[in-house]
């Protein structure tokens, strides 16, 4: 394997992708459309997508931004208790699945559910079931901060028994726990991001503390990003590779009170491949980043294909867009992969 | 209970301290010895009190900062595996103990002990337990954030057991399982701040990322402080109130990389009083800010009574002195107990 200098990777997709609007989506979207060949968009805009109007504007602006590149944004709607069977029917082609979040979880969650009971979320479980609209989760509860994704465990497994038709998604998944319930249910798949399969609580707070590197669900221990990482090197067929790139402003992460999310869309693709390479897995990231997710989801993605070369690439410090800036992960450091031009 | 509404401290002791040098010492000092009646001063200058010469004279520097005050610095020498016997017995009477830290644990420890086998620690303990001077310990490994306080158990169980004349503290305690070794050996002690009474991890990366809370050790989980607040309310005879109050300039907390240590002396009485009121154990209040400390070290403080009245206190933004300056915990907040002038 030593001898791989170039690797190329069909079609890839980042199944949990956050945009935001305005001019940070002008500056972020095409850092994600310039290498995916699509992305499943995060809801949580202020105020959330809960409209087919607000959904098909935002899809549009989306497409304006990343326009130029062979890109799909497939767009999710922000889970509600009162969502119509007929409402859903209608806008069931413009989206991908439905983000649900317990109300205040993270970033823009204000307006998610107070209430994880099944039979409060049952009218439209029921008929997101019947029409075959996955449901995507932020599975965790407001207890200690270590416990919060093992605590919400039981309602993961409460859904997908209630439920064993609908495709639920547990998100950005971060303990050994989590790698462990997706095998138990049919149903129940799980997307991780790059950030969990690297860092573990000591990179945000073992030494300095790092706001760049600090996120929800917060990184665990050493034997879950271990455990992660298993699963994300055998391209575990129930798990996709879901970014959770976040972006907020400089002055927002680098002060008091940070706010959560790691900016990884612009060297995911790069460090994915350099992580396979390492493991001797590369012949199975394509499955990771592709191929599994359009299994669950049951789609067709846009055809694109990405060329990695082995040559350093420098990690720009920032990214800036009008007033608009955000640090990425690894900002300053030097990769040892490159996408082609 | 309801009914105080004063109540008098005497000779408070604080017996983890962190004074620094030069004008953050002309700031902080005073906040200090305003209050209590006298400080252990921990010795990790840049570069660290290791000779006799360096100790007088920063004891010099911290007596003229407070000067006015009635306030007695109990100086500390930085352990190093070297120290002749003829030399402790020199500095002995100008010492109240020796802290021992790993090497690059926490701020200003890079040239700390770089083995923590007790065959390597040997003369130097040896030399102390004989001559009667007790031993302070930051006992964390370089393990993972939340195991590091126990790993770091057999180490302390080991010098423990091989000096048994040797009083040893196990500095700023932060785990159930401190608290529980504390009592399986005679010359096994323990500080416990402020801040680990009253806050967890959940306080510095459950919400927003908190720098002013990030510390080392890292604050842990609920269980544990439930542990340290029991054996501090009932003022356990081997746990002594030290604050590890550890002053950053503002820029250096509010920032990529902040550094660990949270500043509560200007408020640590206050919130005692007010902490330990809630629980109704106001009546220990004193041998856990005084007595303990006075029988574990065998000495007696400089007489002191300082009276707490209910009375609102805004804790300041900010304490300034030329160009230093640091954000208190609480920062902004009011708190149900004050001074008297």
Known sequence: MSSV?????????????????????????????????GALIMPNLVPPVTTKEALLSYKQRIKEACEGDTF?????????????????EDVKDDIIGIKLYPAGIT???ETGVSSMDVEVLRPTLESMSKLGI????????????MDREK?????YESIAAAFPDLTIIMEHITTADAVEL??????LHATVTLHHLLITLDDVAGGMLQPHLFCKPIAKRPE???????????AHPKLMFGSDSAPHPKHKKECCGCAAG?????????????LFEKYQALENLNAFVSLNAQKIYNFKPLTKKIKLVKKDFVVPEIYEYKNENVVPMYAGETLSWSIED
């Open 5 to 37: 200098t170039t690797f190329e990777i069909n079609e890839p997709l980042d199944m949990h992708l956050h945009l935001r609007d305005g001019d940070m989506l002008k500056l972020v979207g095409p850092l994600t459309s310039n290498t995916f060949s």
């Open 107 to 109: 970033t823009n969650s």
């Open 182 to 187: 997706m095998d138990k249910y049919d149903n």
């Open 134 to 145: 996955p449901l995507c989760v932020h599975g965790e509860t407001n207890g200690f901060v």
């Open 151 to 155: 605590e919400f465990m039981p309602i």
């Open 72 to 88: 799909e944004p497939y767009c999710t709607l922000f889970f509600q208790n009162d969502y119509s069977y007929e409402f859903l």
């Open 224 to 234: 879950d990003r271990s455990a992660l990482l298993d699963a994300a090197l055998k």
């Open 262 to 274: 790691v900016f990884t869309s612009p060297i995911a693709l790069q460090v994915l491949t350099e």
